[in-house]
């Protein structure tokens, strides 16, 4: 059963932007905060960030603070992570997740309730 659904992903070259987007299938996620999670080949899954529902504070991993900016639109029931400056690694699969709290778990895989099936980035030139 898929609950959230991913897109935005594709192809660009270092130093290039995506933006991703993650909607829900059924429910509002007023009350969920999200999670952006990616993972490499050969490599374990990583947490990059999250946006709490009651405040719409975030949090970012290190390694892509002050290039990439989670944001929610509750109008339109989405999240979307903006990606600048790219990396050839950040080639990865990426996932969002939501959990059902006030505010995110940060890099707590274990407390998001839902996952969606992921939408490949790839950095390369």
């Known amino acids: 059963q898929v609950q959230l659904v991913e897109s935005g992903g594709g192809l660009v070259q270092p130093g290039g932007s995506l933006r991703l987007s993650c909607a829900p299938s059924g429910f509002s996620l007023d009350y969920y905060s999200i999670g952006w999670f990616r993972q490499a080949p050969g490599k374990e899954r990583e947490w990059v960030t999250c946006i709490s529902s009651s405040d719409g504070s975030t949090l970012y991993a290190d390694s892509v603070k002050g290039r990439f900016t989670i944001s929610r639109d509750n109008a339109k029931n989405t999240v979307s992570l903006q990606m600048n400056s790219l990396k050839p690694e950040d080639t990865a699969v990426y996932y969002c997740?939501?959990?059902?709290?006030?505010?995110?778990?940060?890099?707590?895989?274990?407390?998001?309730?839902?996952w969606g099936q992921g939408t490949q980035v790839t950095v390369s030139s």
């Open positions: 997740a939501a959990e059902r709290s006030a505010y995110c778990s940060g890099n707590d895989f274990w407390a998001y309730d839902y």
